[in-house]
C-alpha cells in the first residue's frame, strides 16, 4: 500500500571523491587539484543517499523547526517530475521508476527556508492537501496560473494564493464541486497575477490549500519580477 520509490536523485556513473588516494601522489595545494585526477565511478543508491542526505541537512540547517514528514513533503513536492505518472487514480504525480521525480536541491532547500520565514510551522500544515502549480502561462504582463488539487484525506476548504508573501490571501478560481470530493479525486484551479503592479524586483507568489480546521497545506510557489507600478 506504498508508493515506493519516493524520490531520486543521480546514482550512476558517479564520480568519486577518492582523487589521488589509491596512488599516494595527493596534493592538498588548491592550485594542484585539477592533478589529483577524480576518475574512480560508481553507481547505485549508496551514491544517491547522500546527495539526498546533504539536502536534507541544508534543509535542517535553515528551517532548525522542520520534522521529517514535511521534509519528505518538500521533497516529494519540489522534486522535477520524470515520466507519466504511473496511478494517477491515486496521486497524478508519482511514477513507479522515478516516484516524486529527482530531487531538486535549490527548492527544496529554498523551500524550507521560505516556510521559516513567513513563520509558517509544522503543527500549522495538513500534509494530506495537495496543491501544485501545473503550468504558467505569460500574456504581457499577466502571468496565468493552472493547477491541480486534490487531498489524501482531509477536506479541502478552499484554495488561496498570496501574492506579498504572505501577508494577503485571495481564493483562486475553480469550478463549483456537486457534492463531496472522493479521496484522491483531484480538480483543476486557476489564478492571475499581473506582475507589472508588483513592486519592483523579486516577489513570491504563493498558493496553498486550507482545510476547515484552517491548516495549511505544503506551499507551492512562483518567482517573477515586479514591474513596480
Known amino acids: 500500500n506504498e508508493l515506493i520509490p519516493e524520490i531520486s536523485a543521480p546514482g550512476t556513473n558517479i564520480i568519486q571523491a577518492e582523487g589521488c588516494v589509491t596512488s599516494g601522489g595527493c596534493s592538498n595545494l588548491f592550485s ?15 551514491y544517491a543517499t547522500p546527495a539526498v542526505t546533504g539536502i536534507i541537512a541544508l534543509m535542517m ?4 523547526e522542520i520534522n521529517p514528514l514535511v521534509i ?13 505518472a504511473t496511478q494517477p487514480e491515486h496521486d497524478p504525480h508519482w511514477n513507479k ?7 531538486h536541491g535549490h527548492d527544496a532547500v529554498w523551500t524550507a527556508q521560505y516556510l521559516d520565514m513567513i513563520g509558517m510551522t509544522t503543527s500549522d500544515m495538513n ?44 481564493e ?20 492571475k497575477v499581473d ?10 507568489i504563493i498558493v496553498r ?6 491548516s495549511s497545506s505544503m506551499i507551492d510557489w512562483d518567482t517573477v519580477v515586479g514591474g513596480g507600478n
Open 32 to 46: 594542484d587539484a585539477s592533478e589529483n585526477t577524480y576518475t574512480g565511478r560508481g553507481s547505485g543508491t549508496s
Open 61 to 64: 540547517e535553515v528551517n532548525p
Open 72 to 84: 519528505r513533503e518538500i521533497l516529494r513536492s519540489t522534486a522535477t517530475r520524470m515520466g507519466d
Open 97 to 103: 521508476d522515478f516516484g516524486w521525480g529527482l530531487v
Open 127 to 170: 500534509l494530506d492537501l495537495q496543491v501544485h502549480i501545473e503550468n504558467i502561462s505569460t500574456q504581457g504582463t499577466v502571468n496565468t496560473y493552472t493547477g491541480i488539487a486534490w487531498s489524501r484525506g482531509a477536506a479541502m476548504e478552499k484554495i488561496e494564493y498570496s501574492a506579498d508573501g504572505g501577508e494577503t490571501w485571495t
Open 172 to 191: 483562486v478560481m475553480y469550478e463549483s464541486v456537486n457534492g463531496t470530493l472522493s479521496t484522491y479525486e483531484s480538480f483543476e484551479f486557476q489564478f
Open 195 to 204: 506582475t507589472d503592479s508588483l513592486p519592483s524586483g523579486y516577489n513570491m
Open 209 to 214: 490549500g486550507i482545510d476547515s480546521e484552517g
